[in-house]
């Protein structure tokens, strides 16, 4: 059965970077030929995409987020990393980690707060 866990901090300053990673059981990154993907859902909005990578490494990231955001992975640990420069609150949200289309991980919340 394929799980999916997020890890990382939760509290991030403002200009300081959030960096989150999924560990997936169950599955393995390079050989699924799936995409690995990076979702947001800020309160009281809807879910927000913010990219993905795929099996042979290469990365997708939303246009509004690409200058920020970068998405790498260890094939080693079957683990793959979200990295969010330049927190600030609107960046606060419940990340989740998901392979397409149908695993999600439980959901890690992340504040852009002093």
């Known amino acids: 059965q394929v799980q999916l866990q997020e890890s990382g901090l939760g509290l991030v300053k403002p200009s300081q970077t959030a960096f989150l990673t999924c560990t997936v059981s169950?599955?393995?990154?390079?050989?699924?030929?799936?995409?690995w993907s990076w979702i947001r859902q800020p309160p009281g909005k809807p879910l927000e995409y913010i990219g993905f990578?795929?099996?042979?490494?290469?990365?997708t990231l939303s246009p509004a987020l690409k200058s920020r955001a970068s998405i790498s992975w260890d094939t080693s640990k079957d683990q793959f990393s979200l990295q969010l420069n330049a927190v600030t609150p609107e960046d606060t949200a419940v990340y989740y980690c998901?392979?397409?289309?149908?695993?999600w991980g439980q959901g890690t919340q992340v504040t852009g707060s002093s």
């Open positions: 990578i795929d099996w042979t490494g290469g990365t």
């Open positions: 169950g599955a393995t990154l390079t050989i699924d030929k799936s995409w």
């Open positions: 998901h392979k397409h289309s149908t695993y």
